[in-house]
């Protein structure tokens, strides 16, 4: 199989089964990706996540430039042999974090000037910059340097929209690591139909090995990051992976593989954990509640995550009670569990022509 | 064999391998036990501490009362479903809590007064209630309610000797659930040959179970410490099993054990590791100094744990550096195993009469 080839298994209305091929194995899709920010995903070590069923990890090259920088782990071997995960590996661009967490001094046509918001130290991203450190991390999949921008102004998202794609040029021709790492675009636009479109259409006609969609899940209304889903990806080609970045919970993973996409990343199962909320098909529940004191049950009795296997809800209540680091692991654990099953009985469903069926009766979607 | 019996398998000088019969299992000593604290060890899962070979867990008796209370775990069944460990686990009798922790109001005779350090709300410890709330909790050794004191001023230790032998003979005639817990006398004296002596000739009058050495690791010498060893341990019946409390360094552990101690617990290993400290047999290894940043090297070449095994000194300085998680979990792994494997090799060798040999090899004792 060509390096970076995406097979279409199947498809189920517009939502798609495949396997894409990187370099360190086949990645099913639809796929859930867990975020290791700072190349561990926070409170689970390799073994669990392997236990869990992760397949995809995201690390974040804005975190891992600053500390402990790009060449130590490129050094070491980059991170498959950093963090111990052997499986797929994906790495932003740092286009999202500098613009979320940075101190922006300067955006122009040659990259961005920030802070570091761990030292207060001076850097600059540049469309290379990002690709060099993406290189020295080693990544499987790794992603073009975009600009973020407030997504319902149409001037300026037309603005970062059009910069984007022409830093997209810039990180195709920086690409050197054809053979080992893909190198993927992101659409921009904002909720403007008309710009995603520019977007998608100027992306595609670079043929990248994949596709994202950026610059969602930031504050736009669900209507509007559904129906940006709907304008961009008929324009995406069938025979590449589309990636959604940033969306975490159940029902977008839902909304989001029925409208094509194949690849989604979020914090959100991780952090709701290490605040004591618990994801289950039923909705949310929160774990420190008092009626979970003394209850014998499992957070979610259909689950098959260690933690529902071993664990009752008056365990995990009162290990998030006392602070206890094992609330955070065990609740992850379950988080994480919940949304790569979703993502691996969809995939199931698609194969088997009922994702429709499978969709409606996961749960009430307006629950989550 | 007869519940609670303590098997001697061999001696080699004063230091002993044995077999301890407890309701979740055959105790092999000498043995280490990670302690659990709030019923979790901090920050490992209870399949890890399996994996590392733990056998033995110890759990707060003061910190599980007070949250989420000894009867909302006795009603889930005990501390052993509840936080899904089917070994053997020891509970301590809160004695050194409230004297370490609480804000002691009154003690007279019938027992303890003090404040939460939760909530400040008041409690009332006696040895009665102490035996009750271990009963609740339901662990395999439980302990006799104890007074501690100041260790070296000899009128205030033979004072609290005395009510500990007093509250003694009181815990053993609540102790009611004879068949399935096993309970512990404690030794106490400070640093004082002469209440030490009168403390044991007491408490081995009384034929528990198992007896153990309190009142030391408190500040006193480590010469201190070795001596009151050498003048207990003989005191103390052969075949009973005899538990140094809150002792947990490797030289501590070789010396404990050349002077006739079974069983160890302490906190050291888990709170060393939430500081970056990992413990080797060449001295203690602070993780986050800047020579670690790129060295490739695992903390211990020698060591088997899943954390040697997989990781680099520059990873686990990358997550100490950045505070998180899975740093203080993983070094809390490696810390627990290289003491637990100290207790198996120890036990060995004195099977193969070659204790002193290998405590000599094991490293220089002074540098710990």
Redesign the interface.
């Known amino acids: 199989m060509k390096k970076h080839a995406f097979e279409l298994i199947a498809k189920d209305g517009e939502a798609r089964a495949g396997a894409f091929h990187t370099s360190h194995g086949v990645l099913e899709t639809p796929v859930f990706a867990p975020v290791g920010t700072?190349?561990?995903v926070?409170?689970?070590?390799?073994?669990?996540l392997r236990d869990l069923g992760a397949s995809l990890v995201l690390a974040n090259t804005y975190?891992l430039y600053l500390?402990?920088g790009d060449e130590?782990i490129g050094?070491?071997g980059g991170l498959h042999?950093?963090?111990?995960w052997d499986g797929p590996i994906l790495t932003d661009s740092g286009g999202f974090q500098v613009w979320s967490l940075g101190d922006i001094n300067r955006i122009d046509d040659e990259g961005v000037t920030f802070r570091s918001h761990i030292d207060g130290s001076e850097h600059l991203f540049t469309p290379e910059r990002s690709i060099c450190i993406q290189q020295n991390l080693g990544a499987d999949i790794i992603m073009c340097f975009d600009e973020l921008s407030d997504p319902d102004d149409h001037e300026t998202c037309r603005t970062s929209m059009k910069r984007t794609t022409q830093w997209a040029e810039r990180c195709l021709n920086a690409w050197t690591n054809r053979d080992k790492q893909a190198l993927f675009g992101i659409v921009q636009g904002g909720i403007f139909d008309d710009l995603r479109k520019e977007s998608a259409e100027q992306l595609t006609g670079m043929d990248f090995p994949g596709y994202a969609i950026g610059g969602l899940s930031v504050g736009e209304s669900k209507a509007d990051m559904y129906r940006t889903l709907e304008i961009v990806n008929p324009c995406l080609p069938e025979n590449k992976p589309r990636y959604l970045m940033g969306v975490g919970t159940i029902e977008d993973l839902i909304q989001g593989v029925k409208r094509g996409i194949d690849i989604f990343d979020c914090v959100l199962p991780t952090r709701l954990a290490r605040h004591g909320a618990a994801m289950t098909r039923t909705g949310r529940i929160n774990i420190k509640n008092a009626e979970n004191?003394?209850d014998?049950a499992p957070i979610d009795a259909d689950c098959d995550c260690?933690t529902c296997q071993?664990?009752?809800r008056?365990?995990l209540?009162?290990?998030v009670?006392?602070k206890?680091?094992?609330g955070?692991?065990?609740l992850s654990i379950h988080n994480l569990r919940t949304l790569i099953r979703l993502a691996k009985e969809m995939r199931q469903a698609i194969i088997e022509k009922r994702f429709d069926t499978y969709a409606r009766n996961y749960y009430h979607l307006s629950t989550d």
């Not at 926070?42 to 669990?48: H, I, L, N, R």
């Not at 042999?81 to 111990?84: A, I, L, N, T, V």
């Open positions: 700072q190349a561990t926070k409170g689970v070590t390799p073994d669990q975190h500390r402990p130590v050094g070491l042999p950093f963090m111990g004191t003394t014998e260690i071993n664990f009752s008056a365990y209540r009162h290990l009670q006392s206890e680091m094992l955070a692991t065990l």
